[in-house]
């Protein structure tokens, strides 16, 4: 293509298995994580919740570098599946099954020494298999993390996540994953991949702070172009009206000129919906609400990712 989305900016001018749609996680069924027995502080699974800082320094110790990057990617993400773990970082193997053995071998072994543990619900329920376990971050593992960062904001507790923001969770997770593969693929320099709230952006609106907040920031560049997004993942749950406020936030950070003035150009703000009908749907009001603005949106299925990655897209999915 000639022209990119993202203002078709170039830099001459401006210096595994894959996973079949973010509709597989669907908001059904309730999720929990284990609950704490107040004899013995141990969760019901057997894990132990609080390990000592003369333990977490000797596990440190003792840690593999896969197993700490295994650990921060479950902490970044909050909730990773293990087929998500495996696309991650176990990629090597001779083929996908022994991948996914390989990683639910790691995951298991984490769990074992109090650093992570696994929900009790899957997404695809039991026959999904263990690629469908879902995994998060204990006290410990948290705890293990920090050793080596000096940062005083708290550490994450662990909740019970509601079915919606489980869901939502592991859908920007997929869309990060996958832009990781596309660009693996493709041999595009992926300069930057932030989840929140690593990639929020924080401006003055009426002499207060506020803080745009997409589900994901990602930056690549080719021997010609540079592309730069804002994405957001819909899981067809939000009324059209609340698009529209979202999307008026993203015009006043525009209007401040922050981004710009850092990067030469605004990233193209994408929202990734699970149906045509949404994406028309919701296209049709973006268009109506900001008639003689900027284009800064653009509608997509999850299945039109992979073409705005590797080619930036057409007009047809501005609005």
């Not at 989305?5 to 595994?16: M, P, V």
Request: glycine share 6%; with cysteine; charged share 25%.
């Amino acid at each position: 293509m000639t022209s990119r989305l993202t203002n078709g900016a170039s830099k001459a001018k401006a210096e595994t298995p894959s996973v079949s749609g973010f509709s597989r996680y669907k908001v059904c069924d309730s999720y929990s994580v284990p609950t704490t027995d107040s004899q013995t502080g141990s969760s019901t699974s057997g894990q132990h919740l609080r390990l000592s800082k003369k333990k977490l320094e000797e596990l440190d110790i003792s840690l593999s570098q896969r197993d700490k990057e295994v650990l921060l990617s479950v902490r970044r993400y909050r909730y990773l599946m293990s087929g998500q773990v495996q696309r991650l970082h176990f990629t090597n193997a001779a083929n996908p099954f022994a991948a996914l053995r390989a990683a639910s071998r790691n995951l298991k072994k984490l769990k074992e020494l109090g650093l992570v543990d696994s929900l009790s619900r899957r997404i695809g329920g039991v026959r999904a298999g263990s690629a469908s376990l879902i995994w998060h971050t204990t006290h410990a593992g948290e705890r293990l993390l920090r050793l080596h960062e000096h940062k005083p904001y708290p550490i994450r507790r662990t909740f019970e996540p509601s079915p919606y923001f489980l869901a939502h969770t592991l859908a920007v997770a997929e869309a990060s994953i996958r832009i990781l593969e596309i660009s693996q693929e493709t041999g595009l320099e992926l300069s930057a991949l932030q989840p929140e709230p690593e990639c929020w952006r924080v401006y003055s609106e009426h002499g207060k702070h506020v803080a745009l907040k997409p589900d994901l920031y990602a930056a690549l560049t080719s021997a010609e172009y540079e592309d730069r997004y804002f994405l957001e993942i819909d899981l067809d749950t939000e009324s059209p009206t609340k698009i529209i406020e979202k999307c008026q936030r993203y015009h006043k950070y525009y209007h401040s000129g922050l981004e710009q003035k850092e990067h030469g150009m605004f990233p193209l703000a994408v929202w990734i919906v699970p149906t045509k009908k949404r994406k028309e749907h919701l296209a049709e009001h973006i268009h109506a609400a900001f008639v003689g603005q900027p284009r800064l949106f653009a509608v997509i299925t999850d299945e039109e990712l992979d073409r705005l990655i590797r080619y930036g897209g057409d007009d047809a999915m501005l609005c």
